[in-house]
Every structure is written in C-alpha cells, then in structure tokens.
C-alpha cells in the first residue's frame, strides 16, 4: 500500500498520471452551488441558527445547600436534561454551599419545572433554588470587535498573496474558496442543529487561518510552475496548473489527514462519549472546515484562477502556440509510434536542467 | 577532518534551538523559584474555575441605570480586564441591575480594584491638604451644628469661600480609613469633597468637579523626553483631551500655574479617592497634559489605565465575591488530553506509514514543537497572564496539521528532486530552498490573522488569536532550527543518502531516472512499454485541455488536416 502510495505520487509528479481538476471545473463549479444552495436554504428551513447562551443569554439558576452537603454537579446535568432533553446546561460550583445552573432562556412553565426540579435532585427545599436571568457573555462589543477583525484581515490577507503572488487573481481566487469554506461550514451548524458557541465562532476563526494556508501552499507550486521560465511549450497554461495541483495532491492528501486526525479523534469522542459539550462544538467547526478548506483549494480555487488568467492576451497566445506545437508532433509520430514519449522527455529534460 | 559547510550550519541551528530551550528553561526556574511562576500553564476559567464578581452599578445622579449603560459598563469593564492581559474572563449581565465578572483563579486584590474602580473620574482642585492619619480634636468654640454650605454658593471651583467652619471641623474631624473612604464615589459634584489619597497618608480638601473624566480621549504611558530629544528614563503618563476639555484644562493650567502650594495642585479623583494630586508646572494649552513623578514603567500604566478606561459615570458596588469552579467539568480536560493523544498517535502511525524511518523525523520535530509550545505557553502565562482555555487546547491540536504540514511540504519537496534525479544532498538543500519559501509565505498568512485580531479583537476571540500567533512562530522556528537541520545531518548517513527501503527517501520507489552518484538506470517510464504510454500519454494531454481548448483545437484541425477527432 505506502509502495503503491509513493509511486502514486511519483506517477503524478512527472505528469504519468493526472487528475483532470481544471478541465472539470464546470462539474465542481456545480457540485458548489448545490452545497451553497444547501448551506443557505438549509438551515433557513430548519428555522435558524442555534446560538449557545454565551451569545443569546439565558435562565439561571442557583441552589443553595446546607454546608457540608457534598455537590456534585452531574446531578444538576440529569436534572436539567430530564426536563429539557438534548440540553447542554453550564454548571459550576459558587462559593461554598451554591451551585450555579445556566441554561438556555426558558419559557415560564419550563423554568417551574426545573425550579422544582433542582430542588428535588438535590433534597432541598424549593425556596433554597433563586432563578434569575444572565446577558449575553458574548457581548455585542465582542462581536462587533471580531467582525472588524475579520474585515481588516481578509484585506489584507488579500493585499499580502497579491504581492507575494504578484497577481491579484490568485488573491480573488483564495478569497472565493475561503467564503466557499466558510458558508457550507456555517451550513453544517444550521442543518445539524449544533449550537453555535464561543467554541464554534474560535474553530471558524481556525478554519479562516487553516483554507487560505492550505491555498497559499498550493499556488505556491502553481506559481512555480508557471513562472515565466517553467511554462514552456508543452503545457497550455491551464494543463501547467493542473500540473501542480496534481504535483501537491500527496502533500495535500498527506497533510489534510495529519490535521484530521486529532481533530477527529476529539470529534468523535466529544460527541459520542461526552454528548454536548465545548469540545464537540469546536472539533465540529474544525472537521468540516479542514476537510472543506482542503477541497476548495484543489476544486474551487485553482481551477478559478485559471478561468481568471485564461482570457489574458499572453495566455492565449501561449495556449494556441502550445496547440499548435502539439498538433504537429502528433502528425509525426503518426509515422514512427513510440519514438517520442513526452513523459520520459519531461523526466530527462527536468533532470538535465537541474543537473546543470 | 573539517566539517562540510552544510554540517556547521546545522550544528550551529541545533544549539541556537537548545539554547532557546534552556533560556526558557531557565527563566521559568528562576521565576519559580522566587515563587511567582509554575511549570505548567495556568488553566481558564471553563477548566479551572476563579473568583466570580457580582457588581451592582450606581449612577451618581440617583437615577436608574439604564440597559445600554448596563452594557457600556460591560465593554468598559471588559476592555479593563483584557488590559491587564489575555485571561478570558467572563462579563456579562446578570438580571437587569447586576454584571457578573468571572475571573480565572483568586482574584489578587489589584485586580479587582481595577474592575470595581470606578468608573467615576472627576477633576477636582485642591484646597487643602493635612495629614490623613490622625483626627484633630474640635475646637473649643467650634459650633457643631455651624452649616457646611457657605451662603450664598461661591460660583468658582477653587473658591476660598468653600471652606466654611463647619467644613473645616469635619475635614478634621476626617482620618484615612477603609471605611471613611467608601461611600465617597457617590459624593455631589457641584460640593466640596473631603477624601484621601489612594496610596499616601493624605486627606484633602477638593473643590466641586472642574472637569469630568469624559473628556479623556486617551491616556498613555511613555518615557519622556528632554529638551533634546533624548530620553530622561523618568516614567510619565501623557493624556489627551477632546475639544471642550483642552479649553477647560487651559483656563486651569492658567490659573494654577504659580499659585501658591496647595492652590497650584490638581486631583485626579477616581471613586472619591484621589488619584494623583499633581502640581501644575505649566501652562497647558494644547490638550496634551502629561503627569511625572516617581513612576514606574508599571505604576504609570496602571495610571494610564485608569485614566482611560475611567470615562464612566456609573460606580460601581461590589454585591459578592465568591470563588466558582470550572463550568466544564474535569471530564472535559480528561476526554479532550485522551482524544489529543489518540490524535497524536495515530499522527505517528500514520507519518511512520508514509514516510518509513523519516517518519521519526516528523515526529521528533513534533516532539520539539510541543516542548516549545509548553515551555512558551508557560512563560506567557506567568509574565502575560496568559490562560490556557479548552479552546485553546483545541487550537494546540490542530496546530500540530499546520506544523506537521510544513513537513510534508519540506519532505515531499525532497522526493521531488529525487525523482528529477538529484543526489540526496542535493534534494535536500534544493528542497529546502524550495519549501521555506511556501512555508514563510504561508505561515506569514496565519501570522497576519493573528496579529490583526490580536490588535482589534476582544475576549475570548483575542485569547484565541494569541495562541494561534505564538504556534505559527513556533512552527517557523522547528522547521528551521530543529527539522531542515536534521535533514540535512541525516541526508548524510549512509541509511539514507544510500537510499534504504525504509527511508522513506529510496529513489528507486521514487522512480529517478539516475540514482545516487552517477548511476544511471533506465528511464521508469519508458521501461513499461513505451508505445502504450505514449498513447495514453497523447489522451492524457487531451484530456486536460479545457473545453474552451478543445474546441480552439478541433476548429483549428479541421481547417488543415482534420487529424483531430
């Protein structure tokens, strides 16, 4: 298997083997529409986004208990589901004799039934158990503070690739496949049903951080590999970028399963061993994110980048030269089949430069 | 034998990393043994719980606190709290009178002066000053009911006037006490004030409010200068008022400018204490008043702080301080280390598949990342106040992809000169060259959203960006200082240069062309039967061409032989 893995990669390093990633683009094009059609309409059905009591606020409650009395906070967790099934309630011991109970915001019969509720799991009388009512933890401030954040990065996210890239066009092209990213992620939330937590919000923020570094690494070969001395006359400009997609197709299968592998493993324990919870929300944002992240740039980005450059009057003009090139080669190797095979060509020609 | 220079240059990363590693060592020990550091990071408040803080505010009008008052006293509270580091507490509104303030471990009680400090900051003339310590009997003549207010009001703050018979018996009558001083940030601003300094023995006689703290648009703390530019390395703290204040501060500055002592002095009065009572030593003009004397780098900017974050007109009272636990019990930790190191080892598993004996490599250089993340996130919570929050243990986690990734670039850039058919040596320097580049550009991606949220967020966001910013520095610092010069050490062991089946590195399963030193072999490709692949090599660049192409070819072929079908 890893020998079949090395010479896979082998295969599509000289270009043996190729994955067609950029001719295809209308099919991934569509395959991302659906998704965003998905991602928007889907949890526009469902009613909505669920948003954890850090954002909305939320009912509290906070039981007092004879000194000495041993708290145990999983009791209040059984209390609080019993009531409100599938409920992720914030527990934490107040002081010495208190237990503070946050939920989300309860209707009025709700908030009787786990008033009494409380008091009976923990043998006290009811008059012990106050309710009360908390604001968002997660204040305005706060949100407002991330989103301009957010603005004032993607800016200059995008000023910084155009410069390093030297072409605002792969710019665009990451910027797109971040959005892509950051929709169906969003959409995964809303069709779930998970609770959008101050956790969700930081793994979308990770998830930010994580598309647009998998995309650099990425154009990075792509840049390569159409620099002005690599394109040469036996690529199209869009068979060179298919090229090096294929080229960092190991790398990218190779380092998208080492990110996904912790955050997998945290997924799976944080939601089928811990039910609700912190850790599910955060590896939830980070799984679809990295997988999707990932994805993108193979199937959004760099195939966006070339239908950006491709009607440049210097591609086209190269492309059709390219074609040109081909066409004649095909009519001589009509004559003597086998003589010239482009791959060993390539893999000699790439040896000799380097060699020198 | 000398070394080659390849060698020297990797020793010579090699110890800078250790000497990075022992520095941090180092400087920890030390803060642990005077007792004001540990060896492991401090935890957040969802795991290790803290001090939760009710507050009750109170306008100094009398009237109700409105909800968006209630809110402006969470943000400011809020921008108080992450001045004092990146800490993630929890502040938010409880009922609609009380905000509950949650801090991660016991709260120090400079902390909570901040938080509670209120947030009343006036302006207030000096009219006298005497010792706070003791109480002077009353006069034998005093009239113990003689009134307070003079009459009629004087209509100017620093009025002589104010200091009536009945004032002056209280003032003292006043000694510095806890107690004496707690009532006072509610006191009337249009009366005189009897109050003390916050640190010195001092009890003053303040005239009403001149100027309120408003019109503070922003207060810092800087060296100043002298005459010639150079630093005097004196501490001062310089503000900076809006419009209304720059007029109002120079009518004062004018007036107290060398008037005689106590009258030339100025109080900065936060929560009914006074602050600072400065004398004035110029006339200030331009708005930009700055304070001097006997500051430290830490004294001025807590002054500063105070100045800037002390523009609202609510006081605060504390209603209970009470300790809280983790709101995510210990499970939680447990469950999320457990599942981090099933991740990790199946990271191993996984690198050892792929890579074979290189595959140590990755794991070794995650070894050291995680070291430095540890030893510097140790660090940063001794000196920052820096907490470590699930969150952020996620964020570790999956920084383990991003730094394991610059390995797979390095790595994969190395098969890829071996497979153009380049000595192991060489692959390795050219991949290098290769790879660092991607690796800055792209970590210099992960930087920048670090940075920028760092600088514009708050809470638990700006928490997040900071740990997001210290792995992507230690990132760049394992793949050069630790992983490149492994490689290159290792490139020059006979295991791997010789290109052992379970290197990771075998040309032959790579398929070059020509293999260690000048050992040709004959081309992979054309070794499987050349004039089959050649077809389906012909297909393949056809099948890559985009349809656009597809179409400019055919249009192209059949207008001359038609040989395209």
Same mark, same amino acid.
């Given at each position: 298997?890893?020998?079949?893995?090395?010479?896979?990669?082998?295969?599509?390093?000289?270009?043996?083997?190729?994955?067609?990633?950029?001719?295809?683009?209308?099919?991934?094009?569509?395959?991302?529409?659906?998704?965003?059609?998905?991602?928007?309409?889907?949890?526009?059905?469902?009613?909505?986004?669920?948003?954890?009591?850090?954002?909305?606020?939320?009912?509290?409650?906070?039981?007092?208990?004879?000194?000495?009395?041993?708290?145990?906070?999983?009791?209040?967790?059984?209390?609080?589901?019993?009531?409100?099934?599938?409920?992720?309630?914030?527990?934490?011991?107040?002081?010495?004799?208190?237990?503070?109970?946050?939920?989300?915001?309860?209707?009025?019969?709700?908030?009787?039934?786990?008033?009494?509720?409380?008091?009976?799991?923990?043998?006290?009388?009811?008059?012990?158990?106050?309710?009360?009512?908390?604001?968002?933890?997660?204040?305005?401030?706060?949100?407002?503070?991330?989103?301009?954040?957010?603005?004032?990065?993607?800016?200059?996210?995008?000023?910084?690739?155009?410069?390093?890239?030297?072409?605002?066009?792969?710019?665009?092209?990451?910027?797109?496949?971040?959005?892509?990213?950051?929709?169906?992620?969003?959409?995964?939330?809303?069709?779930?049903?998970?609770?959008?937590?101050?956790?969700?919000?930081?793994?979308?923020?990770?998830?930010?951080?994580?598309?647009?570094?998998?995309?650099?690494?990425?154009?990075?070969?792509?840049?390569?590999?159409?620099?002005?001395?690599?394109?040469?006359?036996?690529?199209?400009?869009?068979?060179?970028?298919?090229?090096?997609?294929?080229?960092?197709?190991?790398?990218?299968?190779?380092?998208?399963?080492?990110?996904?592998?912790?955050?997998?493993?945290?997924?799976?324990?944080?939601?089928?061993?811990?039910?609700?919870?912190?850790?599910?929300?955060?590896?939830?944002?980070?799984?679809?994110?990295?997988?999707?992240?990932?994805?993108?740039?193979?199937?959004?980005?760099?195939?966006?980048?070339?239908?950006?450059?491709?009607?440049?009057?210097?591609?086209?003009?190269?492309?059709?030269?390219?074609?040109?090139?081909?066409?004649?080669?095909?009519?001589?190797?009509?004559?003597?089949?086998?003589?010239?095979?482009?791959?060993?060509?390539?893999?000699?020609?790439?040896?000799?430069?380097?060699?020198? | 034998?000398?070394?080659?220079?390849?060698?020297?240059?990797?020793?010579?990363?090699?110890?800078?990393?250790?000497?990075?590693?022992?520095?941090?060592?180092?400087?920890?020990?030390?803060?642990?043994?005077?007792?004001?550091?540990?060896?492991?990071?401090?935890?957040?408040?969802?795991?290790?719980?803290?001090?939760?803080?009710?507050?009750?505010?109170?306008?100094?009008?009398?009237?109700?606190?409105?909800?968006?008052?209630?809110?402006?006293?969470?943000?400011?509270?809020?921008?108080?709290?992450?001045?004092?580091?990146?800490?993630?507490?929890?502040?938010?509104?409880?009922?609609?009178?009380?905000?509950?303030?949650?801090?991660?471990?016991?709260?120090?009680?400079?902390?909570?002066?901040?938080?509670?400090?209120?947030?009343?900051?006036?302006?207030?003339?000096?009219?006298?000053?005497?010792?706070?310590?003791?109480?002077?009997?009353?006069?034998?003549?005093?009239?113990?009911?003689?009134?307070?207010?003079?009459?009629?009001?004087?209509?100017?703050?620093?009025?002589?006037?104010?200091?009536?018979?009945?004032?002056?018996?209280?003032?003292?009558?006043?000694?510095?006490?806890?107690?004496?001083?707690?009532?006072?940030?509610?006191?009337?601003?249009?009366?005189?004030?009897?109050?003390?300094?916050?640190?010195?023995?001092?009890?003053?006689?303040?005239?009403?409010?001149?100027?309120?703290?408003?019109?503070?648009?922003?207060?810092?703390?800087?060296?100043?200068?002298?005459?010639?530019?150079?630093?005097?390395?004196?501490?001062?703290?310089?503000?900076?008022?809006?419009?209304?204040?720059?007029? %109002?501060? =120079?009518? !004062?500055?004018?007036?107290?400018?060398? +008037?005689? $002592?106590?009258?030339?002095? &100025?109080?900065?009065?936060? @929560?009914?204490?006074?602050?600072?009572?400065?004398?004035?030593?110029?006339?200030?003009?331009?708005?930009?008043?700055?304070?001097?004397?006997?500051?430290?780098?830490?004294?001025?900017?807590?002054?500063?702080?105070?100045?800037?974050?002390?523009?609202?007109?609510?006081?605060?009272?504390?209603?209970?301080?009470?300790?809280?636990?983790?709101?995510?019990?210990?499970?939680?930790?447990?469950?999320?280390?457990?599942?981090?190191?099933?991740?990790?080892?199946?990271?191993?598993?996984?690198?050892?598949?792929?890579?074979?004996?290189?595959?140590?490599?990755?794991?070794?250089?995650?070894?050291?990342?995680?070291?430095?993340?540890?030893?510097?996130?140790?660090?940063?919570?001794?000196?920052?106040?820096?907490?470590?929050?699930?969150?952020? %243990?996620? =964020?570790? !986690?999956?920084?383990?992809?991003?730094? +394991?990734? $610059?390995?797979?670039?390095? &790595?994969?850039?190395?098969? @890829?000169?071996?497979?153009?058919?380049?000595?192991?040596?060489?692959?390795?320097?050219?991949?290098?060259?290769?790879?660092?580049?991607?690796?800055?550009?792209?970590?210099?991606?992960?930087?920048?959203?670090?940075?920028?949220?760092?600088?514009?967020?708050?809470?638990?966001?700006?928490?997040?960006?900071?740990?997001?910013?210290?792995?992507?520095?230690?990132?760049?610092?394992?793949?050069?200082?630790?992983?490149?010069?492994?490689?290159?050490?290792?490139?020059?062991?006979?295991?791997?240069?010789?290109?052992?089946?379970?290197?990771?590195?075998?040309?032959?399963?790579?398929?070059?062309?020509?293999?260690?030193?000048?050992?040709?072999?004959?081309?992979?490709?054309?070794?499987?039967?050349?004039?089959?692949?050649?077809?389906?090599?012909?297909?393949?660049?056809?099948?890559?061409?985009?349809?656009?192409?597809?179409?400019?070819?055919?249009?192209?072929?059949?207008?001359?032989?038609?040989?395209?079908?």
């Amino acid at each position: 298997m890893a020998r079949s893995f090395a010479e896979f990669g082998n295969a599509l390093y000289t270009g043996e083997k190729s994955f067609n990633f950029i001719g295809r683009r209308k099919v991934w094009y569509l395959i991302a529409a659906v998704m965003i059609v998905i991602s928007v309409l889907g949890p526009v059905l469902r009613g909505g986004f669920t948003f954890g009591i850090e954002f909305t606020g939320g009912s509290q409650f906070q039981i007092h208990m004879p000194a000495g009395q041993e708290r145990n906070q999983d009791i209040a967790v059984d209390a609080v589901t019993s009531v409100l099934p599938g409920a992720a309630p914030r527990v934490s011991l107040v002081g010495q004799t208190d237990i503070r109970v946050q939920t989300e915001q309860l209707e009025d019969t709700q908030s009787r039934n786990l008033h009494s509720a409380l008091a009976k799991a923990y043998g006290v009388d009811e008059s012990e158990v106050t309710a009360s009512y908390i604001g968002a933890l997660w204040g305005q401030d706060i949100t407002r503070q991330a989103l301009i954040g957010l603005g004032v990065f993607i800016l200059f996210a995008a000023l910084v690739m155009a410069l390093y890239f030297r072409t605002w066009k792969m710019s665009l092209s990451a910027m797109l496949a971040l959005f892509h990213d950051l929709i169906i992620t969003a959409g995964i939330y809303g069709l779930t049903g998970f609770e959008i937590t101050p956790a969700a919000v930081i793994g979308f923020l990770t998830i930010l951080g994580y598309s647009l570094y998998d995309t650099v690494v990425v154009f990075d070969k792509i840049r390569e590999n159409t620099s002005e001395g690599e394109l040469t006359e036996r690529r199209t400009f869009g068979e060179a970028v298919n090229l090096a997609v294929n080229q960092t197709l190991v790398r990218s299968i190779n380092t998208s399963v080492v990110a996904l592998l912790p955050v997998a493993s945290i997924l799976f324990i944080g939601a089928f061993v811990l039910g609700a919870g912190t850790l599910r929300d955060i590896a939830l944002a980070l799984f679809i994110g990295i997988l999707v992240g990932a994805y993108s740039t193979i199937f959004i980005a760099a195939p966006t980048y070339v239908l950006l450059r491709q009607k440049e009057p210097k591609i086209v003009k190269h492309d059709a030269r390219v074609l040109k090139v081909r066409e004649r080669e095909a009519g001589e190797s009509d004559d003597a089949a086998g003589d010239a095979d482009a791959d060993s060509e390539d893999a000699e020609a790439d040896a000799d430069e380097a060699v020198v | 034998m000398a070394s080659p220079p390849a060698v020297k240059r990797a020793r010579r990363s090699l110890i800078a990393l250790l000497v990075i590693i022992v520095a941090l060592i180092g400087v920890i020990g030390i803060g642990v043994v005077r007792g004001d550091a540990t060896w492991t990071p401090k935890l957040a408040l969802d795991l290790e719980g803290g001090t939760q803080i009710i507050l009750a505010p109170q306008n100094t009008n009398g009237q109700a606190v409105t909800r968006e008052q209630l809110q402006q006293a969470v943000a400011i509270i809020r921008q108080r709290v992450d001045a004092s580091g990146v800490s993630e507490a929890e502040i938010g509104t409880q009922g609609t009178q009380n905000i509950s303030v949650s801090i991660p471990e016991k709260a120090d009680s400079a902390t909570i002066d901040r938080i509670e400090a209120s947030a009343k900051l006036d302006f207030r003339p000096v009219l006298v000053t005497g010792d706070g310590t003791s109480a002077m009997p009353p006069a034998e003549d005093a009239d113990p009911n003689a009134p307070i207010d003079p009459s009629p009001l004087p209509t100017t703050a620093y009025d002589n006037a104010w200091l009536t018979d009945g004032l002056m018996a209280k003032f003292a009558a006043f000694t510095c006490t806890g107690d004496a001083v707690a009532g006072l940030s509610e006191a009337p601003e249009d009366r005189p004030l009897i109050t003390c300094d916050s640190e010195a023995p001092i009890k003053y006689i303040l005239g009403p409010v001149e100027l309120g703290g408003d019109s503070i648009t922003d207060a810092k703390a800087q060296l100043t200068q002298g005459q010639n530019g150079v630093t005097t390395g004196e501490w001062a703290v310089q503000m900076t008022l809006d419009a209304n204040g720059t007029k %109002v501060f =120079g009518q !004062i500055s004018q007036r107290m400018f060398g +008037a005689t $002592s106590p009258l030339d002095q &100025f109080a900065f009065v936060l @929560d009914g204490q006074v602050l600072q009572a400065p004398r004035m030593q110029a006339q200030i003009l331009d708005g930009r008043p700055s304070i001097t004397g006997n500051f430290t780098q830490d004294s001025a900017k807590v002054l500063a702080d105070q100045l800037k974050f002390g523009a609202l007109p609510i006081g605060f009272v504390v209603q209970s301080q009470e300790d809280i636990s983790a709101t995510l019990g210990s499970s939680q930790l447990q469950a999320g280390l457990l599942a981090g190191l099933i991740g990790l080892l199946l990271v191993v598993i996984y690198s050892l598949f792929q890579y074979r004996a290189l595959g140590s490599l990755t794991i070794a250089s995650l070894a050291i990342a995680a070291i430095l993340t540890y030893l510097v996130l140790t660090f940063l919570s001794w000196r920052q106040g820096y907490r470590l929050s699930l969150a952020g %243990v996620a =964020g570790v !986690i999956v920084a383990v992809g991003i730094t +394991a990734d $610059s390995f797979i670039v390095y &790595f994969e850039r190395i098969r @890829d000169s071996l497979r153009d058919g380049l000595s192991l040596e060489r692959s390795v320097e050219r991949g290098w060259k290769q790879a660092i580049r991607t690796v800055l550009a792209s970590d210099g991606i992960n930087f920048l959203a670090a940075a920028i949220l760092y600088i514009l967020a708050v809470g638990s966001v700006r928490g997040f960006a900071f740990t997001l910013g210290i792995t992507t520095i230690i990132d760049v610092l394992v793949v050069t200082l630790f992983t490149h010069p492994m490689m290159a050490l290792l490139a020059r062991t006979r295991f791997y240069s010789g290109g052992h089946r379970f290197s990771g590195l075998d040309p032959e399963r790579l398929g070059a062309v020509y293999r260690g030193r000048a050992q040709f072999r004959a081309p992979v490709v054309a070794s499987r039967g050349a004039a089959k692949k050649n077809l389906g090599a012909a297909k393949e660049a056809e099948r890559r061409q985009t349809i656009a192409e597809r179409k400019a070819a055919a249009t192209a072929g059949a207008a001359s032989t038609g040989k395209e079908s």
